[in-house]
């Protein structure tokens, strides 16, 4: 074919050679029958390169039609006149640039320091592949490029693969500024070096360093002062250099990644599928390469939906493969920086893809690698040196969704199965031991670990014992699931039934109702009737804070049977007390006063005195409910009494938290009966006892009642602020609760 011939006569003249109607290339490019049509009449530009790779591929060209129909699309585009400053090229900003305000606020603050010669005059961009660096760097250098007048220049270091010397980036800027070559030839490499700072130093310029390797390679490059303004862009955070400012990039935030996607795919088609495109912008990590290279897919394959991107990208073992237009692929950029890892580095990395949680800490390195937590940190640093870990709060790690989905691929490929079984089994094993430990803080009889655990992370407290239930809750909830799914039913009880007060501090967690439903399937495999019983007690227990009360009381039932078949007491009473618990939640106050009382008979001299405790709470407020305030009053200071008597078995967490729920408890019957002074004393009394032990759902509950008592009482400015506060504790509050005190807030006079 001649080279001459437009690129739609080329087109169509393949199309008919293969015996393809328009619509037979469309469902077989993803190009829509209209663009064919238009390109082959010469009524649209000539399409871009991933266009015409599709049509081939549609087509099923051999690779010298391919070449023949490439080489017409070339010929067909215009040229465009490039200026180049010596050899360093000038900044070219991206058209469809979105987001990334905060990050070029900073940037642009950098310059006017530099243009009035104070701070320092070097930033460093760095963050993972893909995240933008380049890019951001480059728009910033275009909008800043008239306050630099002596020029803007980008050198590309290629860092990542085939670095460049950093003689030859010298020798190119000093060129670029306009020095000669018979100066450069009378200057030796230092010489050249402090020419160059000279001239930075002497002038107003912005130097982009794109791609840096490593310190060395850009330490030669840069200005020691002066009003020069140089921005280096590093998948490394090149923690060497000195009196550099540092810019940590990561992935856009969702509405940024969809606004991209939005401005590349044209709003027309992004508003008919508003939600498949938000998918998108999540399947791809919200990383601007994959947005990019989703949303360049789409416009290759204009006939296809958003939709049907979205079903590609859903299937995690396809994910990045599908993340991929022309020659422009997301996991190449990870592979570059995988390559120049070390082999510690570089397994670790594979590991790290089994950690279920969205961040971790070195510990969760040591376990997998069984190493020490100092070995293992050392090793993760190298990873956020190299970009393909990213450092969340303090001492803790993130691994990139894409990321994850590429080191898993690469411990599919290169890790034994074995060993990549044994590091399962080891952060399993560590989770679930250090998840019983921690529980264990706040159970009677146990307390602090045993003098001969030694763990990986301190649990010195029972505040540092919290924290990491609460901190790792995502890691130790998948380690069970797994455990339960692999058979460990010891395990699954035992981890289980650590939780047993611990789960009080956290009500509204939400997964409680998995955990013991997972451990009562386990104590039946282990055909434990005692466990049964107990598990689902728990069950019925967290089924009842989940506005579930009618299964909360199927739970209950099915506990009280297996506790008769295991001839316990308190299992029995604790069946009984649970399902109680659940009638008070549906307002059946007299089966709650039944079955609470009936508990309390059958604990008579068992000893059980936490199920006890429980059980008198319930029946006292089973009597409130029942109008029998003055009763209810009495059952609550029996408790009262029964805590402070010198002899109360019952001492540490539970006796606190026991204190603290009849404190409210008291208040509430002071309320019942009217006597709002001293049920503000209660009410006061249970704060601070919440305040203490740390337990934002209950702080929140008595919070409201005690705005109740003080607007009864006149008292207006203290109820608001405690109104107030309730509604700060968000989430960790009961959503009911949270909305009373926003409708009786909203009934005060305005202030």
Not at 156 to 171: C, F, K, R, S, W
Not at 216 to 242: D, K, W, Y
Request: contains cysteine.
């Amino acid at each position: 074919m001649s080279g001459e011939k437009s690129f739609g006569v080329v087109l169509r003249g393949l199309r008919h050679r293969g015996r393809l109607t328009m619509e037979e290339l469309a469902e077989a490019s993803g190009v829509s029958v209209r663009a064919i049509g238009d390109m082959e009449r010469g009524r649209s530009r000539v399409p871009q390169r991933r266009t015409v790779v599709a049509l081939a591929d549609g087509l099923g060209l051999a690779e010298a039609d391919r070449e023949a129909l490439l080489a017409a699309a070339r010929a067909g585009r215009p040229t465009r006149a490039v200026r180049v400053a010596g050899t360093a090229v000038p900044p070219r900003s991206v058209g469809d640039f979105t987001g990334r305000g905060p990050e070029l606020a900073l940037l642009r603050e950098a310059a006017e320091r530099a243009r009035a010669g104070v701070g320092v005059s070097v930033s460093v961009v760095s963050g993972p592949p893909g995240c933008g660096k380049t890019t951001l760097a480059l728009k910033a250098a275009a909008d800043l490029a008239e306050e630099f007048p002596d020029g803007c220049f980008v050198v590309d270091l290629h860092g990542v693969e085939g670095p460049v010397d950093p003689g030859e980036a010298l020798l190119k800027l000093l060129k670029a500024l306009g020095v000669s070559d018979r100066r450069l030839a009378q200057e030796d490499a230092q010489g050249r070096a402090g020419l160059l700072r000279a001239l930075l130093g002497e002038r107003r310029c912005l130097v982009v360093l794109d791609n840096a390797r490593d310190e060395g390679q850009v330490r030669p490059l840069l200005p020691a002062g002066g009003r020069s303004l140089v921005l280096v862009t590093s998948r490394r955070p090149l923690s060497g250099l000195e009196d550099v400012e540092r810019l940590a990039l990561s992935e856009m935030a969702q509405a940024e990644a969809v606004e991209l996607l939005r401005r590349i795919l044209g709003a027309e088609r992004a508003n008919a599928e508003a939600e498949a495109v938000a998918q998108v912008a999540e399947l791809c990590g919200r990383l601007p390469l994959a947005l990019r290279v989703a949303a360049n897919w789409l416009t290759v394959r204009s006939g296809w939906s958003v939709a049907h991107l979205v079903r590609r990208l859903a299937d995690e073992e396809r994910r990045l493969g599908a993340l991929a237009a022309g020659d422009v692929r997301v996991e190449a950029a990870f592979e570059l920086s995988y390559r120049q890892l070390t082999g510690q580095a570089a397994r670790m990395l594979r590991l790290l893809s089994l950690v279920p949680g969205p961040d971790m800490t070195a510990a969760y390195g040591a376990a997998l690698t069984a190493t020490g937590v100092f070995e293992a940190e050392d090793v993760m640093e190298e990873l956020v040196e190299a970009g393909l870990l990213q450092t969340a709060f303090t001492s803790r790690y993130q691994l990139h969704d894409l990321l994850r989905l590429f080191a898993r691929a690469r411990l599919s490929r290169e890790e034994d199965p074995g060993e990549r079984e044994a590091a399962e089994d080891r952060l399993r094993t560590w989770l679930l031991d250090t998840a019983l430990v921690a529980g264990r803080w706040y159970k009677p009889k146990y307390g602090a670990p045993p003098s001969s655990w030694q763990g990986l992370v301190p649990l010195e407290s029972a505040e540092e014992a919290r924290t990491w239930l609460q901190g790792e809750a995502p890691a130790w909830l998948a380690a069970l699931r797994s455990a339960a799914h692999r058979g460990e039913h010891t395990r699954v009880v035992e981890t289980a039934y650590a939780m047993e007060w611990f789960c009080d501090l956290w009500v509204f967690w939400g997964h409680w109702p998995e955990v013991f439903r997972l451990a009562s399937e386990a104590a039946a495999a282990l055909d434990d009737p005692y466990m049964q019983a107990f598990h689902l007690n728990m069950c019925s227990w967290a089924l009842s804070y989940d506005s579930r009360p009618r299964e909360a009381i199927e739970r209950a039932d099915e506990a009280l049977e297996y506790a008769r078949r295991a001839h316990d007491a308190s299992q029995q009473a604790s069946a009984l007390a649970h399902a109680a618990i659940a009638h008070r939640h549906l307002d059946e106050a007299q089966a709650a006063a039944d079955k609470s009382l009936a508990a309390i008979d059958l604990l008579d001299g068992v000893g059980d005195h936490g199920t006890w405790l429980n059980a008198m709470l319930t029946y006292g407020v089973s009597l409130r409910m029942l109008g029998r305030a003055e009763e209810a009053l009495y059952q609550h200071e029996r408790i009262i009494a029964f805590l402070d008597a010198p002899e109360s078995p019952v001492r540490g967490h539970v006796a606190d938290i026991t204190r603290a729920t009849v404190a409210h408890s008291l208040g509430r019957d002071y309320a019942a009966l009217r006597r709002w002074r001293e049920a503000a004393g209660h009410y006061r009394n249970a704060v601070a006892q919440t305040n203490r032990i740390g337990i934002p759902h209950m702080k929140g509950s008595v919070l409201l009642h005690l705005g109740e008592a003080l607007i009864e009482l006149g008292e207006t400015e203290e109820a608001r602020s405690c109104l107030r506060q309730a509604l700060a504790l968000g989430d960790a509050a009961d959503s009911k609760d949270l909305e009373t005190a926003q409708q009786l807030l909203d009934s005060l006079p305005a202030e």
